[in-house]
Nanobody, 123 residues
Framework: QVQLVESGGGLVQAGGSLRLSCAAS????????MAWFRQAPGKEREFVAA????????YYHGSVKGRFTISRDNAKNTVYLQMNSLKPEDTAVYYC????????????????WGQGTQVTVSS
């Protein structure tokens, strides 16, 4: 079992930055593929970014590539999402997820989810 707790969300103006953190319980954090998803009101949950459990390779949704950076610190059991040049369309609840398989961009591939943290970008 893995428990995930996100933090770092908030209200920011367009063009600003936020860093989300996701702290994981358990001693096997390094064996999990970690990902961030987001869900805006009335929309389906969508993939944002992921980082491999094997070689640290990173993957991004096209809409955030070049603006967002995912990273992990296995010693601290934490995954981060640095978000720069934020846009109003980035407004959503952001969820951290952990999976035992390879990087996949679908929600069904992830076994554990955090409770979410709200990110609101004003224009």
């Amino acid at each position: 079992q893995v428990q995930l707790v996100e933090s770092g969300g908030g209200l920011v103006q367009a063009g600003g930055s936020l860093r989300l953190s996701c702290a994981a319980s358990g001693r096997t954090f390094s064996t999990y593929t970690m990902a961030w998803f987001r869900q805006a009101p009335g929309k389906e949950r969508e993939f944002v970014a992921a980082i491999s459990r094997t070689n640290g390779a990173t993957y991004y949704h096209g809409s955030v590539k070049g603006r967002f950076t995912i990273s992990r610190d296995n010693a601290k059991n934490t995954v981060y999402l640095q978000m720069n040049s934020l846009k109003p369309e980035d407004t959503a609840v952001y969820y951290c997820a952990a999976g035992e398989g390879m990087v996949v961009r679908t929600t069904t591939a992830y076994d554990y989810w955090g409770q979410g943290t709200q990110v609101t970008v004003s224009s």
